[in-house]
């Protein structure tokens, strides 16, 4: 029993040191992985994680194609990144606004288009903010291939009638009955005035309202997509609504209900069974996908990263520099944390020594394609009041950003940089163009879309101007890059009087495409 005893020790001994011998020879990696596939780059703490959610997202996204006629295997201009989180907290140290009760949320940034879902990978977290995944990822979907300008309830009601989904082995259920959404409906005081929800945003509500609107704007995109006939007048609607109609009499022009009747009709229909459809599988459920470990920086300070690339305000600056400086002080060497923390110093702590760190990156990897923007972003910051010296640093900023286009061409984030660092000079065509791209690109991100508009109504290209703002007038949610876009649409429509000028693709016609995706036919 002895002898079992140390042979026994012995074992885990060896076991230990062979371990420390494999540690020591391969490179250090973290718990975060990435796994990329056609459409998405999900990151997360688990392997399975990654490789589950990358999977039902592709279905997802599969699904949508087919149902709005798009080729499966169409090349995405910028795959979606997908951050998995495991409970409030780690959302909040991207979004320190982020409140009880949130699964996600989808940001559209410069930098990066991106989503933060609360995934605690427990077998009876069934929910793993897959709804406010899908439900964004409709949205993103639609500005992708059809921007255009939509009545709100119709842009909430498509995503939440799509994001019910029902993605089972053999087939796909659309249409199915959103259970939260139904069961507001049958609650005294469940329902606002049909008006509202045809003719207002949701943010023009109060807080208490917003929910009804959501419930009736998915109950009313139901009944519509759920009948052939009223699925066809739906883009009859749509243009009546465009052309400047009240959206409530263009509804009883189109329709033939009043609000009250309207209403009386979506009870009646909730009232029944609601139909779903399913569709058959026609391809493996098992998307190619390739799955990585992060480098260990990324351990602290991925999440912060993503922060980074929202702004952080200037009271919180000072605390968040701090925990980034002492975060990347755990591993001076490591590319990872040492590029977040320079982003950090640049944008509002020790530029000269966050520039420092970009051009050790730099000299390691010329063509570090994160480093070249984050000092080109740098010296556009930096760049004195002084027009000379002001010219010069531009200029620098703009050598950095074409090196940046070399590695990659299709980054919106070097586009917008470039054309800044040119945007002391008069506008061409050219620049314009650049914008345009950047929007092509990037088309849900409303800072974008206003900078190619001001750069095309410069050249003189009204339409395409307009087609830029239209989608981002219509946001739901308003702000001031909506409010801005519709103020753009006004000094557009001055300027056009009622000359056509000739575009490259004009807003009447963006609008038929997104008619014709959204009305199915």
Same mark, same amino acid.
């Given at each position: ?5 140390? +042979? @026994?020790?012995?074992?885990?001994? /060896? ?16 718990? +975060? ?34 149902? =709005? ?64 995944? /899908?439900?964004? %990822? ?28 029902? /993605? ?11 259970? @939260? ?29 917003? %929910? ?5 704007? +998915? ?49 009646? %229909? ?66 990872? #944390? ?83 660092? =040119? ?17 092509? !690109? ?19 290209? !009204? ?13 739901? =949610? ?40 959204? #009305?199915?036919?």
């Amino acid at each position: 029993m002895r002898r079992k005893g140390l +042979w @026994g020790g012995r074992k885990v001994l /060896l076991g230990l040191a062979a371990a420390a011998f494999l540690a020591a020879g391969s490179p250090a990696r973290a718990e +975060w992985l990435r796994a990329e596939s056609d459409h998405f780059v999900v990151y997360g703490r688990s392997e399975r994680s990654v490789r589950e959610y990358a999977t039902m997202l592709e279905d997802f996204d599969s699904l949508l194609r087919r149902l =709005h006629g798009r080729p499966k295997d169409e090349v995405t201009p910028r795959k979606l990144p997908v951050y998995l989180v495991s409970n409030l907290g780690q959302l909040k140290r991207v979004l320190p606004s982020a409140k009880e009760g949130m699964a996600g949320v989808y940001l559209s940034t410069v930098p990066e288009v991106f989503v933060v879902a609360i995934r605690d990978g427990d077998e009876l977290d069934q929910n793993k903010g897959d709804d406010t995944v /899908l439900h964004e %990822y409709v949205h993103h979907f639609m500005l992708q291939y059809y921007p255009s300008a939509y009545p709100a309830w119709l842009v909430e009601g498509y995503a939440e009638y799509y994001m019910t989904v029902d /993605l089972a082995k053999t087939r796909m259920v659309v249409g199915g009955v959103n259970r @939260g959404r139904a069961y507001s409906l049958t609650q005294p005081g469940g329902w606002i005035p049909m008006e509202d929800v045809l003719g207002k945003r949701p943010g023009a509500l109060k807080e208490r309202d917003i %929910y009804a609107y959501y419930a009736q704007a +998915w109950l009313l995109t139901h009944y519509i997509l759920s009948d052939p006939a009223r699925h066809r007048q739906l883009g009859a609607y749509l243009k009546a609504v465009r052309d400047g109609d009240d959206p409530v009499k263009a509804w009883d022009a189109v329709y033939g209900d009043d609000p009250e009747g309207l209403r009386r009709k979506l009870q009646t %229909y909730m009232n029944r069974p609601i139909p779903a459809g399913a569709l058959p599988r026609t391809g493996p459920l098992e998307p190619a996908m390739t799955v990585t470990h992060l480098p260990p920086g990324a351990d602290d300070l991925i999440l912060e990263g993503q922060r980074l690339k929202l702004g952080v305000p200037k009271d919180d600056r000072a605390e968040t520099l701090a925990d980034i400086r002492a975060a990347a002080a755990k591993r001076p060497k490591d590319r990872f #944390s040492q590029l977040v923390l320079a982003k950090a110093e640049t944008a509002f702590g020790d530029r000269k020594a966050g520039e420092a760190i970009l051009d050790d990156l730099l000299a390691a990897d010329p063509k570090d394609e994160d480093a070249l923007v984050a000092l080109g972003e740098s010296r556009l910051a930096a760049a004195p009041d002084d027009p000379a010296q002001r010219a010069a640093a531009f200029a620098q900023a703009g050598k950095l950003f074409a090196r940046a286009f070399k590695v990659d061409p299709d980054n919106p984030e070097t586009l917008h940089g470039y054309a800044e660092a =040119h945007s002391l000079e008069p506008m061409t065509e050219a620049m314009a163009d650049i914008r345009v791209r950047a929007v092509v !690109l990037a088309p849900q991100v409303g800072h974008l879309r206003l900078d190619a508009a001001r750069a095309l109504i410069q050249v003189k290209d !009204l339409d395409t101007a307009r087609a830029m703002l239209t989608p981002l007038a219509s946001n739901p =949610h308003g702000g001031g890059e909506v409010e801005a876009a519709q103020a753009m649409l006004k000094t557009i429509d001055a300027k056009a009087g009622d000359e056509a000028s000739d575009g490259p693709k004009s807003a009447d016609k963006a609008s038929a495409e997104g008619d014709k995706a959204a #009305s199915g036919s």
